[in-house]
């Protein structure tokens, strides 16, 4: 009875690939991005100068690219040491706060009385992040992962209140009500039909987050919290030599400037990503 | 007054929405634009607004209003001329409305200095003019009230060219009736042009002089609307026309055998309550009250009744999605439970339902035939090569292309999506299908396939089925019985020969008096038409 090629009918059961059309300025914005990553991560591989070397006298602007800082040391081999904090500590704490945050807002999405987790988050929502490093600085220290943890506290309120709000038109979607009407368990549901539409949106709110994220850890180390020297990080290098801006401006633009390399196109992409979604 | 020269408005990849349109449009007039889905209806009533969707652009051509040339003035202009001399009533007019906004201020913000006072209008509208009324919000109306404050916002700058983007397809009986008298009344007192977009050929009949057929963004036919109507030249007219359904024409269908087989489903006094809000604000409503009717095998029941009547409740009720408040289900003879969690596999395989919006009944993310599939192996339990056998033969039973099996569904038409989700409920090879709406959203020639393929399937499986539906005059050339809802109460039900003869309840009687009818329109206007003349003679 049937007209059809055996592989055709099962060619069904597979997911067509969905070929991504990028725009020119997506692929510009994701170099630039990529390329600040990778001057981040592998900085200290190529950087001319060690991060304590000290090569010239205080705020000299004739020596190496972009001059020295307070203490004599070469600004751009500072930047290429300092940017491993920045970028990682954003990355790893941004990934479990969407993960915890879409846990939590996926249960508040399925449960009927959501009330209890939500009422929590938004107690938590109204202080602010830089308030719950602060204090968390003073109990354990000025660490990474005490950094990283404050990152987290303060993203989980956003990130489960948006969550929720993603997963909730799925989760009472014409096809998950298909799947249970066929008698589908919840896991398989949650597998097959909530997941895989959940994780769009979310990826576009973690974009948005890292950024956050990002200037918490740059004020961290602007406010004197950053790792302890001879290491640094971006934002602690525009705290240091802020003091001697007349003399060596570079010191203080370059860290700034690339904090903004990194902002920006992050920033810019999630905007475009969530867009897609939308649509 | 309005002139439509050669209008070229193509979307993405250049493909025509429209293809040089042509159309003229006198004061006092009333053009109807009729056609499928996608013939460029909808981008012909926007044109005359001057505005074009985004993703689409205007190739060639002209549009031009009072003389000037909608596309030459500038967004100011543009503005002005809507503000004072245009109103555009969209599909939905309640969603027109500013939630944000009292009642007063609605209609106001429309009103120019010639218009009548907000008082009037609303009395214009037959809404309460009262202060109180005044200073509602949106959400605190009817949505019959609110399409009312919508109109009356239409006709507040006595506009001289109305359109109509399928006023009816929305609107009750009532309402309808009053925006065919405010349209007239614009017509006779201030000579407004208007064009009305319908695929909905009664209210055309009613409504309009002028009839243009679209087809794929082009005119295949223009003329008399009488003409055109009654006998049409073009073969997708003739398609159009012979597709309407027509509560005058049409046989109903006979009730099966008389040899009463025991019911396969039996509803019992089944009462359903909704409770909306939390708090303060909370309200209870009863969608469904002592709702008691049986389903035969081979038989199709229709519930009818307006929006608001709880037939849906009633399908998810017997689905098993709304757990109902009281009353029994028994299939074949014996209880099942009310709650999905709580039927076993067979009760729940036996009850499909096909859903209203079939494009978001699939997983985006997935394929339809995926979709079809899972029913499949979940309720038949079959694996592999079985499966894609099962869903090859499916695809054939519902007509529908096993290439588009492998799309998404926002990638079919609706009349393929409605295709795919019969085929996801026969995966299950149920008892009971019950059809909640599913040929609302579709235009009158796909709506007529589905209607076809549905008798097919019965008449192959003598499945039964539970059609919900606000359409009498569809449900009237194949369902057996109706049973006819007001207010979450049946309260009425009856074989549909006897129904059309005799009506026992006044909403029944209501629903039969506003059913369409393409042949009774014709002929009432023809009568109106003779006596003027015979008038104007003597």
């Known amino acids: ?279 | 007054m309005i002139e439509v020269r050669d209008l070229d408005i193509r979307g993405r990849l250049d493909a025509h929405i429209l293809g040089g349109v042509s159309v003229d449009l006198e004061p006092g007039q009333t053009l109807a634009a009729v056609g499928g889905s996608g013939s460029g209806k909808t981008t012909l009533g926007l044109a005359l607004l001057g505005f074009i969707r985004p993703g689409m652009r205007m190739v060639g051509g002209e549009v031009r209003f009072q003389g000037q040339d909608m596309f030459g003035l500038s967004e100011a202009e543009l503005r002005r001329l809507r503000r004072e001399s245009i109103a555009y009533l969209p599909q939905n007019p309640a969603s027109t409305l500013t939630p944000t906004m009292r009642v007063e201020d609605l209609v106001e913000e429309r009103r120019l200095a010639k218009s009548e006072p907000t008082q009037e209008l609303l009395e214009l509208v037959n809404l309460p003019s009262d202060h109180s009324f005044r200073r509602r919000f949106p959400h605190q109306l009817s949505i019959g009230q609110q399409q009312r404050v919508a109109m009356a916002r239409a006709i507040a700058n006595q506009p001289s060219l109305l359109i109509l983007d399928e006023p009816t397809s929305s609107i009750d009986p009532t309402t309808q009736r009053l925006m065919l008298s405010l349209v007239e009344r614009l017509r006779d007192e201030q000579a407004a042009a208007t064009l009305l977009i319908s695929h909905d050929l009664a209210s055309v009949a009613r409504m309009a002089d002028e009839v243009i057929v679209l087809r794929s963004g082009e005119v295949v036919e223009r003329g008399a609307a009488r003409h055109v109507l009654d006998s049409p030249d073009h073969a997708y007219s003739k398609a159009l026309v012979a597709a309407s359904p027509d509560i005058a024409v049409d046989e109903p269908a006979a009730v099966p055998d008389a040899t009463e087989p025991a019911p396969v489903l039996e509803v019992r006094r089944l009462s359903v309550r909704f409770n909306l809000g939390r708090g303060r604000g909370r309200r209870t409503i009863r969608a469904a009250q002592d709702v008691a009717f049986n389903l035969a095998s081979g038989e199709t029941l229709a519930l009818i009744g307006r929006s608001g009547s709880g037939k849906s409740t009633i399908a998810r009720a017997l689905v098993g999605l709304h757990p109902p408040d009281a009353g029994e289900l028994r299939l074949d003879g014996s209880p099942i439970p009310a709650r999905l969690r709580s039927r076993d596999q067979t009760q729940r395989a036996a009850i499909q339902l096909v859903p209203q919006n079939p494009e978001e009944s699939f997983n985006p993310r997935r394929s339809v035939g995926d979709g079809i599939l899972r029913s499949i192996r979940h309720t038949r339990g079959l694996g592999g090569s079985t499966a894609t056998d099962r869903l090859a033969q499916l695809l054939d039973q519902v007509q529908l292309d096993p290439a588009l099996a492998r799309r998404r569904p926002h990638e079919l038409s609706g009349g393929e999506q409605q295709r795919a989700a019969i085929a996801r409920a026969l995966a299950a090879e149920p008892k009971i299908l019950v059809c909640d709406e599913i040929t609302t959203a579709l235009d009158t020639i796909v709506q007529r396939q589905i209607i076809d393929l549905l008798k097919r399937i019965q008449n192959e499986t003598s499945i039964s089925l539970l059609f919900i539906t606000h359409d009498l005059a569809l449900a009237h050339e194949f369902a057996h019985r109706v049973g006819v809802l007001d207010e979450g109460k049946l309260v009425e039900i009856a074989s549909m020969a006897e129904f059309v003869r005799d009506p026992q309840a006044a909403e029944s009687r209501e629903l039969l008096d506003s059913a369409v009818s393409l042949s009774r329109t014709l002929a009432a206007r023809q009568l109106e038409e003779d006596e003027y003349r015979a008038v104007a003679a003597s």
């Open chain 1, 1 to 279: 009875m049937t007209s059809l090629a055996g592989q055709d009918i099962l060619a069904i059961g597979e997911q067509r690939a969905r070929t991504a059309r990028l725009s020119p300025m997506t692929v510009a914005l994701s170099a630039l991005l990529l390329a600040v990553l990778f001057i981040a991560l592998f900085g200290p591989l190529i950087a001319p100068h060690g991060r304590g070397e000290v090569t010239s006298l205080p705020f000299d602007p004739e020596v190496g690219v972009f001059g020295t800082e307070h203490l004599g040391r070469d600004v751009l081999s500072r930047i290429l040491h300092g940017g491993r904090p920045i970028v990682i500590i954003p990355i790893v704490a941004t990934a479990l706060a969407t993960l915890i945050g879409g846990v939590l807002g996926v249960a508040a999405a399925a449960l009927r009385r959501d009330d209890v987790i939500m009422r929590v988050m938004d107690v938590f929502a109204v202080i602010p992040s830089i308030l719950v490093a602060l204090v968390l600085f003073h109990r354990f220290g000025a660490q990474h992962w005490v950094l990283a943890l404050a990152v987290i506290i303060a993203s989980i309120p956003f990130t489960t209140r948006y969550a929720r709000a993603a997963a909730f038109p799925i989760i009472h979607s014409g096809y998950v009500e298909q799947a249970r009407m066929i008698g589908e368990a919840a896991p398989t549901i949650l597998v097959r039909d909530v997941l895989p539409n959940l994780v769009r949106p979310l990826l576009a709110d973690a974009g948005l987050r890292f950024i956050g994220a990002i200037y918490l850890v740059a004020a961290a180390g602007f406010l004197g919290f950053g790792p302890p020297p001879p290491s640094t990080d971006w934002g602690s290098m525009i705290s240091e030599n802020i003091g001697g801006a007349g003399l060596n401006p570079w010191a203080t633009i370059a860290p700034s400037v690339v904090v903004l390399l990194l902002t920006i196109p992050v920033n810019l992409l999630a905007d475009r990503f969530a867009r897609q979604v939308a649509r």
